[in-house]
């Protein structure tokens, strides 16, 4: 009897580390850096380069398993990755190759031919949450790296600080958006990142998002920006239809929720400022590097 994971870690984890290990390398990672992201020895890696460890062409060759290495070779060089997202999205592939008729499955048969013909799926089931999270965060990352290296970004956070949050598909409350623990500050001119993304840091940017999601926005993610009268004409040339909503409100997320709901096209929302409350902008995207993209056009 052949269990399916068995051909998961005796043929496709060899490969598939062969194959990342050379593409960190080909990044300009360490030999240590390299088995630090992959959870293995120095002298590993250092078999892999070799060509010490046996690789299946079939596995090595398939497009999928090549996009793949680059796309998280990527974001584990670059840090808009961690290594549980690369984790994630390597179980994703697995159970795409583990698919009756595709890569793995054939292998699994080749080892077990009695399974030939039998067309039977193997694969669990269930929706893969981790994954999701993991993909928001990487893309709050992504956004966050795209602010720091954005040239006179800081002139616009507001003195309550900026942040760039994205939520889950389903998202209800604060704990399914990620942000940036403490937002985001100007530091002598400098944008100042405090730390990296989580679920749960942000209260407010979240509501803001949650809100107009409520009213029925596709948008996933938001970033706040300080108010001024010329931004608001900026953001309007730019077709992203900015509307006002009140700073001041018993229900904070109803009232944006009417805003929206009359006004469905929105893609920036924002308020003048009330007592003890900073006036500030919000612009929503697709993903938060696509807010992070409208906040630049700016600059």
Do not use: W
């Amino acid at each position: 009897m052949r269990f399916l994971e068995e051909v998961v870690v005796e043929e496709f984890l060899p490969t598939y580390r062969s194959l990342l290990a050379a593409a960190l390398r080909e990044r300009g990672l360490t030999q240590q850096a390299v088995a630090d992201l992959l959870g293995v020895s120095q002298s590993a890696v250092s078999k892999y380069a070799k060509g010490d460890v046996g690789v299946r062409d079939d596995i090595a060759d398939d497009e999928r398993v090549q996009a793949h290495v680059a796309e998280v070779a990527d974001g584990l060089a670059d840090g808009t990755l961690s290594r549980v997202g690369a984790l994630a999205e390597a179980e994703a592939l697995v159970r795409d190759l583990e698919a009756p008729g595709d890569v793995l499955a054939d292998i699994h048969t080749e080892q077990m031919p009695e399974l030939a013909g039998m067309d039977v799926d193997f694969r669990g089931t269930g929706e893969d949450a981790l994954r999701e999270r993991e993909h928001v965060l990487a893309d709050v990352r992504r956004g966050v790296r795209l602010l720091e290296r954005t040239s006179g970004f800081a002139t616009l956070i507001p003195a309550v600080g900026s942040n760039l949050v994205e939520c889950l598909a389903d998202a209800e409350t604060p704990e399914d958006v990620a942000g940036v623990p403490g937002r985001i500050f100007d530091v002598m001119g400098r944008a100042e990142v405090p730390a990296d993304p989580e679920f749960g840091v942000s209260e407010h940017v979240a509501l803001v998002l949650l809100a107009a999601r409520d009213a029925g926005s596709d948008a996933r993610a938001a970033l706040n920006v300080a108010y001024s009268e010329e931004t608001i004409a900026a953001l309007a040339e730019r077709g992203l239809s900015p509307v006002e909503f009140p700073a001041e409100a018993e229900d904070l997320r109803a009232e944006i929720r009417a805003v929206v709901d009359a006004n469905p096209e929105t893609r920036v929302l924002y308020q003048t400022g009330g007592f003890g409350v900073e006036p500030n902008v919000y612009v929503l995207g697709d993903d938060a590097p696509d807010a992070v993209a409208s906040v630049r056009d700016l600059l």
